[in-house]
């Protein structure tokens, strides 16, 4: 070969090695977004969902009741196995659950036990697991959790008078836990000794009386970090009416996340929302608090800068009553940040108390509500807010006969907010549906009659993504 | 004239004679030698007996004064005619019997009155007072068999003898070495085990009390069969040197006198020896005698390799014979056998004489020490240049680089397994059954049994072993460079620095990294293969046989193959990179075609040499695992070419080697150019190889491996490139081709400096620490039963060999944290794919008791690490799908250990031989758990099994208890099952039936290795035969096809 022809030989190769390596240097993967919390994956499952708090025994501080519901189109098969310690022999029962069906258990029906922990494991069909707690009047609805946490954030407490708040560390697991908390206030750090080190033994629900340990702050944020092994966490917060304050409002810790989103809130007639941001890192945090009204309107976004390790309320006088709203907070750092609705006079008695929820960090396609109505007779709605800044048709799904059937179909707004009324869709409280939207939505559930609650749904994860 | 013949008479007439002479009659000698014990010399003369006259008449002049001269004549020549003319009067007896024993035993017979026996061979010259000294030293020490110093009689002062020991297999042992020089260093008195009977004084008592020597130990062993005897009847045996007695060097015996001798050794051994020792010492003597045997036969010395077996057999034959002589020496002993081993010394006299005389190792030694120092002043005078200190400055900086490998250990991270012990490896070799993972019915890597032969060799430290692999490895890959460059770019410069860049391209330090073993020693093996497939292709010539190049270079492929099987394709690899630039390079098809063809040789070559194994491959199962593919592919093509997939080589650096490259193939012209393009070619080819599973996005191969083929071929183009410039550059005028071959020049610089910054850490940035010895504890938790450990992660993390499923890899490691052992795993089967599900159902969320379902496989821990090595580094990510996925399980209890990785204890684990109740044959799935409850006694009457935890087999046999019927079924989908459990017996391990597989297949691989290497040493033989005697052989490379013009006009 003549040295022309190797210099051109040796011309195509480089222009061929930087082609390439132009080709092959890009980043061709691009951020998954994946739903976080409880949710329920693809067929074939032996899936475990973990109830920490509520109480079986009659002097309890809330009665739990376990709500299985089976949005797949193939019949699944539950064993709950409720533990009262190590010591402690646990109890199993087993369940079959019908498609598009909800199955409801009182734990004290199983095991009547002063500190149970509850263990649902779902073999087959698409079957979410929450539980309800009742004390007196109020009652509370909120997901099982689907799996242990490392670190576990509540940012809605507060230990002013009448109030209780409850820490419950749940350890199914075979081997002991150690649990650290920190309590974060508008006032800084709280790090009593009490709550550090705090022993989880296996197979044991431990609850913790935040109450009496941090008395008299108004503004309670729990974060949990485990040192050892393996625990899943849950707070109730529960307020006797005191200073016209009532109801029962269930959490499950959440990771902190940079944004979160809150598709049900309204204030006005007796209904308040708080919007509680709790930074437990050592910076300062800066935060845009954004609203999306039904109305033909807009809000101002709040800015707000969270110091370290402080807990804050954000001033929500800005959105103009009897609008609902969803609210959407972007943080430069990962915080906690949980919304408390109260309804209060002149709100019906019977529709009464107090909600929260740690809102939606992800959006996801397909979500399951269980059940679709608290009772016969309850006031169940959803909200829908798009997670991606783009419209997305929606439609909600019960299986009926194992075939998917329509009830409804809706649209979410890129910008905006969507309210779908389950109560006129779905007669018995013995129903699992489905929301399945076209692109990532955030979805939350309120639910009236008795009392007041609020929680999002679960994530059906066989293409949350 | 008739000589004055000296007194023939037969034997009691001589008898009579001889006690006249010996005080019986009267007696003129004065009243001092009166005193003197009697002494009778014996000389026993068979054969030609040529020095008969010599030995004579030293007797003759010899001061001992009673000293009466007896020639044994057991030979068919009339010795009177040559004993008068020397020694008048002496005794002449002529004897019927041949031999020396049997005419020494005439003396018992023939001989009365004397106290002591002189015996003496015709070829000795015993100093005037030898005798004398003998007969004091009798008395003085109260030894009943005393030997001379024997020398040489030409040279005196070259030693012959002085006693010899033996082992406890009966081998003879000299502390003299050969024509060493008698310094006095060997002159005290001391007990021997024996003494020749070239001369030895004996009390005559004891010689008839022993029955005289045994004529069936003649030759080689009457004497040590005689000694032996005595010393079993307490009598003692020592050496006295100064009595001096010159032996004439005689030529080495005959092959059948050779023969005749080791029958004789094992004869005297299995006549002597106690029978409760001789219960271990037949064995051990059978395994040395057959060892040297095969090594003999290896040296194609089949005569003295059939001695040795027929040592064996011939006794065999003579077992009638053998009893007897044993029943008369056994008869006859008074010392215990334990008296007569401690004076045997330990160890093995047979290595020490093969290495004496069989390799005439001291010839050898002297040779190679005139050899080395020949090569030592050439090197000495060669390092000297510029060359010599770049290559020794290369080497100075890897053993710098590598003083943490060195110094502190080598890491078992990657492919780096500890090594178990020899026997253990060697048992792993030769089980017909794998006991790697889950079990499974195939051949065994020879990695195992080249382990153990580079153990053994390194004095038993395999961690010493494996660290010189690692840390030789580039000046040994570095030497192969030099090598395979000199006929394509010429020795000197060129050569050096294709050695050079060889050995600083950043592929071996980053395989060292990551423990890529098997990519490591591809590394090392590629020039080597390289220059072999070139050869037989006909691209250039070699001065050894086609046959022999062949031999090597399937060892070679082989070699890298055993420690990473994708190697194997490596001469494939080589010309069909060879082939895509044909067009370019304007190859002929049939010199393709003769190209293609080695590489199928040389492939096919390495196939045999590791047969069985590659059978294991035929098998059902995850073959891609098993052939190392399931790493990340490598998304940048940029690191391809950089050659840069590791920690080392950051920076610019490593762009120099592509730089070198196209600049040479622009400046070389000729032959030189078109070899370039021929090394372009195999580059292009190993990166498009490198590149394809990223481009298709499957799982990878060890990428290191796959940049061997460009490395060397862009080094190769380097030494190119020095031989373009210093024979045509240099001598033109300046121009744009010394720009480039400056720019090449700053290039190779630019990689040194990277190569320097590399070493700072001295270790390669291969981690400290290492997974293996963080969960050592493991190996002591075999107490509840054996167990294996499921790790989990990402290819990038889980060490050793490993499948993968997914973007998850999982292992299996047997009773810890694995070993060589548990490297190169058979492709599995049904065990395979149960433990692969497990992974899937763990890894997709599908399951919250994934105890449940490894517990059957013996799963006591599940590791998943989420870095190789433990140590300072990035934690777990929090999303990992597996850590959050082992979170959720209910069956598994998190252990602590140090950071970087999440370790469980199963708690539903089963041990890998337990009694279970109600054994599910299907396999365990997360959608259907079940409840295996296990107990640790049979309970009779039940449905309880005996789960074995391996692959089923129908081969697998439970020993029962009295008999009672034992019913094989499948467990769990894959395992074995035995039941009833009460019938198993508990005591009894449970077998493998086909074990007797091996052997056959063993000794076919055996067979195999011999035949190749006699193949390439019998051409290589007849080739130098063919060449003549002057002809030099070290030189390797004859007629290199670019002869540089330096070297052509000097």
Redesign the interface.
């Known amino acids: 070969?003549s040295?022309s022809?190797?210099?051109v030989?040796?011309a195509l190769?480089?222009i061929a090695?930087v082609l390439?390596?132009i080709?092959?240097?890009r980043d061709?993967s691009t951020p998954v977004a994946?739903a976080t919390g409880p949710r329920i994956?693809?067929g074939?499952?032996?899936?475990?969902w973990y109830c920490a708090e509520g109480t079986s025994s009659p002097d309890g501080r809330a009665d739990e009741e376990i709500v299985m519901g089976n949005v797949g189109a193939a019949p699944s098969r539950a064993t709950i196995t409720v533990f009262g310690g190590s010591e402690v022999a646990p109890v199993r029962r087993e369940y079959d659950i019908a498609p598009g069906r909800v199955v409801r258990v009182r734990v004290a029906d199983i095991a009547v036990q002063a500190e149970p922990g509850v263990?649902v494991?779902v073999?087959?069909g698409a079957t979410a697991v929450e539980h309800r707690i009742q004390r007196g009047s109020d009652v509370a609805l909120g997901p099982c959790a689907?799996?242990?946490a490392?670190q576990a954030n509540f940012a809605s407490g507060t230990t002013l008078r009448g109030a209780e708040v409850w820490l419950a560390l749940f350890n199914?697991?075979?081997?002991d836990a150690v649990v650290d908390a920190a309590v974060t206030t508008g006032e800084g750090l709280r790090a009593p000794g009490a709550l550090q080190g705090i022993v989880v033994p296996r197979f044991t629900r431990v609850s913790v009386p935040l109450h009496d340990l941090v008395p008299r702050a108004d503004l309670l944020a729990v974060s949990t970090s485990v040192r050892?092994?393996?625990v899943v966490a849950e707070q109730s917060v529960a307020l006797d009416g005191t200073d016209g304050r009532g109801g029962l409002a269930l959490s499950l810790g959440a990771?902190t996340a940079r944004e979160w989103r809150f598709p049900a809130g309204i204030t006005g007639s007796g209904r308040t929302e708080r919007l509680v941001l709790a930074n437990s890192g050592s910076r300062d945090v800066r935060v845009t608090v954004g609203f999306v009204l039904d109305a033909a309107a807009a809000v101002e976004p709040v800015a707000v800068i969270i110091p370290g390790a402080t807990a804050l309320a954000v001033d929500l006088s800005r959105v103009p009553p009897d609008i609902g709203f969803a609210t959407v907070v972007r943080a430069r750092r990962p915080i906690a940040a949980e919304m408390i609705g109260a309804s209060t006079p002149p709100q019906g008695a019977d529709v009464r108390g107090l909600a929260s929820d740690l809102g939606v960090t992800r959006g996801a396609r397909r979500w399951a509500i269980v059940p679709a109505r608290l009772t016969a007779t309850s006031l169940d709605a959803l909200a829908l807010v798009s997670a991606d800044g783009r419209r997305h048709r929606v439609q909600i799904v019960r299986q009926v006969r194992g075939r998917a059937r329509v009830l409804a179909r809706a649209v979410v707004p890129a910008v905006g907010r969507t309210t779908i009324d389950l109560a006129r869709l779905v007669g018995s409280p013995d129903v699992a549906v489905e929301v399945r939207a076209h692109g990532p939505v955030a979805v939350e559930r309120v639910s009236s009659r008795p009392g007041f609650t609020r929680s999002h749904a679960v994530v059906h994860a066989g293409t949350g993504r | 004239m008739e000589p004055d013949l000296p007194p023939t008479r037969p034997g009691a007439e001589l008898g009579a004679e001889l006690g006249a002479e010996l005080g019986d009659g009267p007696r003129d000698e004065p009243e001092e030698a009166a005193a003197a014990p009697a002494v009778v010399a014996v000389v026993v003369a068979h054969g030609d007996a040529r020095h008969l006259e010599e030995c004579l008449h030293a007797l003759a002049g010899s001061d001992y004064p009673d000293l009466t001269v007896l020639v044994i004549a057991a030979t068919d020549d009339d010795l009177a005619i040559r004993v008068a003319p020397v020694l008048p009067k002496a005794f002449v007896r002529p004897v019927t019997v041949r031999g020396f024993a049997a005419g020494a035993n005439d003396a018992i017979a023939t001989v009365a009155g004397a106290p002591f026996l002189l015996f003496c061979h015709t070829d000795v010259v015993p100093e005037p007072t030898a005798i004398r000294v003998l007969v004091e030293e009798a008395y003085r020490s109260n030894a009943a068999i005393i030997g001379p110093k024997l020398v040489d009689v030409a040279r005196p002062e070259i030693l012959r003898e002085v006693g010899w020991s033996i082992d406890r297999f009966g081998v003879a042992h000299s502390e003299i070495e050969r024509d060493e020089l008698d310094q006095e260093q060997h002159d005290a008195v001391r007990d021997v085990f024996f003494v020749s009977d070239a001369c030895v004084l004996i009390r005559a008592d004891l010689f008839s009390e022993l029955g005289g020597f045994d004529p069936e130990c003649d030759p080689g062993a009457r004497a040590l069969d005689l000694c032996w005897r005595a010393r079993l009847a307490a009598a003692r045996v020592i050496v006295a040197p100064d009595a001096r007695v010159g032996h004439f060097e005689e030529d080495g015996p005959h092959e059948s006198d050779r023969a005749l001798a080791q029958r004789h050794r094992v004869r005297a051994l299995l006549t002597n020896t106690a029978a409760a020792r001789l219960l271990w010492i037949i064995p051990m003597a059978m395994v040395l005698h057959f060892a040297e045997a095969l090594v003999f036969l290896l040296r194609r010395r089949r005569d003295r390799s059939a001695a040795l077996v027929g040592a064996w057999t011939g006794n065999l034959r003579n077992l009638g014979s053998l009893r007897a002589s044993r029943a008369r020496a056994q008869a006859a002993r008074v010392v215990p056998d334990r008296e007569i081993h401690a004076l045997q010394f330990r160890g093995s006299a047979r290595v020490s004489n093969y290495m004496t005389s069989s390799l005439h190792a001291d010839a050898h030694m002297r040779s190679w020490s005139q050899r080395g120092r020949s090569v030592a002043d050439s090197a000495s005078s060669q390092f000297r240049t510029w060359r010599g200190l770049l290559l020794i400055g290369m080497v100075a900086l890897v053993v710098v680089g590598s003083r943490g490998l060195l110094l502190d250990r080598l890491s078992a991270v990657g492919q780096f397994a500890p090594w178990p012990g020899v026997s253990d490896l060697l048992r792993s070799f030769t089980s017909e059954w794998r006991f790697a993972e889950l079990g499974a019915h195939s051949p065994a890597p020879p990695l195992l049994a080249l382990a153990a032969l580079l153990r053994i060799l390194g004095l038993g430290s395999g961690d010493l072993v494996r660290s010189l692999i690692v840390v030789g490895a580039i000046p040994v890959a570095a030497f192969g460079a030099a090598r395979a460059a000199r006929p394509i770019a010429g020795a000197g410069w060129p050569s050096v620095v294709a050695a050079f860049a060889y050995g600083i391209v950043p592929v071996p330090r980053n395989a060292i990294a990551s423990g890529a073993l098997g990519p490591l020693m591809l590394y090392v093996a590629a020039p080597f293969v390289f220059l072999a497939l070139v050869t037989l292709g006909g691209l250039v010539t070699f001065r050894w046989p086609r046959r022999r190049i062949a031999v090597l270079g399937g060892v070679g492929v082989a070699g890298a193959a055993t420690f990473w099987p994708l190697a194997i394709a490596l001469p494939v690899v080589l010309v069909v990179g060879m082939l895509v630039v044909a067009p370019?390079?304007?190859d002929a098809s049939a010199r393709l075609v003769t190209m293609l063809r080695s590489a199928a040789v040389l492939s096919g070559l390495a196939l045999v040499l590791l047969f069985p194994w590659p059978l294991a491959f035929l098998a059902g199962g995850d073959r891609i695992g098993a052939l190392g593919i399931g790493y990340d592919p490598i998304?940048?093509?940029?690191s391809l070419?950089r050659l840069t997939v590791g920690p080392n080589g950051s920076g610019l650096g490593p762009w120099a080697f592509?730089v070198v490259g196209?600049a040479v193939?622009?400046m070389a012209?000729g032959e030189r150019?078109?070899w370039?393009?021929r090394l372009?070619g195999i580059a292009?080819v190993g990166w498009i190889v490198a590149?394809v599973p990223?481009w298709v996005g499957s799982a990878s191969p060890d990428v290191a491996g796959m940049l061997v083929p460009a490395a060397l071929a862009l080094a190769l183009i380097a030494g190119i490139g020095v031989a373009t410039f210093v024979d045509e550059v240099r001598r033109g005028g300046l121009g744009w081709r010394h720009v480039l071959a400056a720019v090449s020049a700053a290039g190779l610089a630019l990689a040194a400096f990277t190569f320097v910054g590399d070493t700072a850490g001295g270790r390669w940035h291969q981690p400290s620490g290492d997974w293996n010895s963080t969960l050592s504890w493991m190996r002591a938790q075999r107490d509840r039963g054996s167990f294996r450990v499921l790790w989990v992660g990402s290819p990038g993390s889980v060490p050793g060999a490993f499948h993968r499923t997914g973007e998850t890899a999982f292992a299996l490691t047997n009773e810890g944290p694995g070993d060589l052992r548990d490297a190169l795993p058979a492709p599995g089967g049904a065990g395979f794919a149960a433990a692969r599900d497990a992974v899937e159902q763990l890894a997709?969320?599908?399951?919250?008791?994934i105890g449940r379902v490894v517990g059957p496989m013996a799963v006591r821990y599940i590791a998943a690490p989420q870095r190789p090595a433990p140590g300072p580094g990035a934690p777990a990510a929090?999303?990992d799908p597996v850590v959050?996925a082992l979170?959720?399980q209910?069956?598994?209890?998190?252990?602590?250990v140090v950071a970087g990785m999440v370790l469980y204890e199963n708690?539903a684990w089963i041990p890998g031989r337990a009694v279970v109740a109600d054994v599910p044959r299907s396999r365990p799935?997360?959608?259907?758990?079940f409840d295996v409850r296990t107990s640790g006694v049979a309970r009779p009457g039940t449905r309880d099994s005996v789960v074995w935890s391996q692959q089923y087999s129908d081969d697998w046999q439970a020993p029962s208890r009295a008999r009672a019927p034992v019913t094989q079924q499948r467990a769990f989908g894959w395992a074995n099952g035995f039941s009833p459990a009460a019938a198993v017996s508990e005591a009894d391990a449970i077998t493998f039936a086909k074990q007797w597989w091996r052997w056959p297949l063993l000794l076919m691989q055996l067979a195999i290795v011999i035949g190749l290497a006699r193949r390439a040493l019998r051409r290589g033989r007849r080739a130098r035969r063919s060449r003549g005697a002057h002809e030099p052989v070290a030189d390797l490379v004859t007629a290199p096809v670019v002869v540089p013009a330096e070297e052509s006009s000097s």
């Open positions: 070969m040295r022809g190797r210099v030989f040796v190769l480089i090695f390439v390596t080709a092959t240097g061709k994946v994956d693809g074939g499952t032996l899936a475990s263990l494991e073999r087959g689907r799996e242990p490392d199914p697991f075979p081997d050892r092994g393996r990771a | 370019l390079t304007r998304d940048s093509f940029g070419l592509l196209l193939t622009v012209s150019a078109v370039c393009l372009w292009l590149a990223a997709d969320n599908r399951t919250s008791r929090p999303d959050a979170a959720r209910l069956d598994l209890r998190q252990l602590e708690v799935t997360g959608v259907t758990p």
